[in-house]
């Protein structure tokens, strides 16, 4: 967790960037978090065998955000138009319908929007979209980041895939 002595109060922003990848999709995948704030920053990534691009690109916001552990300033930049959109524009209309979409379905990875719902509610988020592999320092760090996160989903899928034939 980050325990510097950020507050909402404070005007020094913490400026987190996310990113997800997936090899497929559904298939490994990996999440990555670039923070910053002040003099001080933290790299995060973390992976899941079988997953989707979407749900990487949500993991990491939501696992950004659990990095802090008092109530933040926070400017999140995304790559996602997905999570921008959702954040942004869709996200009030679920909950008033109960997490259905205008179809009447369940929003898609709604466990992972409701976790992100919940916290932001305890920090002041400013959403910010930021076009992927343009150049921007801090999205570019967490796309490597995201990759070395599916790199590791993908070996252990092989390996995985190593030791069934070997069994088999």
């Known amino acids: 967790m980050i325990d510097?002595?950020?507050s909402a109060t404070n005007n020094i922003p913490v400026k987190i960037y996310t990113d997800g990848a997936c090899s497929g999709n559904p298939g490994p995948g990996g999440w990555g978090v670039y923070l910053s704030y002040k003099n001080h920053e933290r790299k995060v990534y973390g992976s899941n065998?079988?997953?989707t691009n979407n749900r990487m690109e949500?993991?990491?916001t939501i696992e950004a955000l659990r990095l802090l552990k008092y109530s933040c300033k926070v400017e999140l930049y995304t790559d996602s138009?997905?999570?921008q959109m959702g954040?942004?524009?869709?996200i009030k209309k679920w909950i008033k319908n109960n997490w259905e979409t205008s179809n009447k379905q369940l929003v898609c990875n709604v466990d992972l929007w409701q976790s992100l719902y919940t916290l932001i509610q305890k920090h002041q988020v400013s959403w910010h979209w930021v076009?992927?592999?343009s150049g921007n320092i801090g999205n570019e760090i967490a796309d490597k980041l995201a990759t070395n996160g599916k790199i590791e989903a993908m070996k252990i899928v092989k390996n995985n895939e190593n030791t069934k034939k070997f069994l088999d």
Not at 87 to 90: D, L, Q
């Open 87 to 90: 954040i942004s524009k869709w």
């Open 4 to 6: 510097y002595a950020c």
């Open 49 to 51: 065998i079988n997953t």
């Open 81 to 83: 138009q997905y999570v």
């Open 58 to 60: 949500l993991t990491a």
């Open 131 to 133: 076009r992927g592999h």
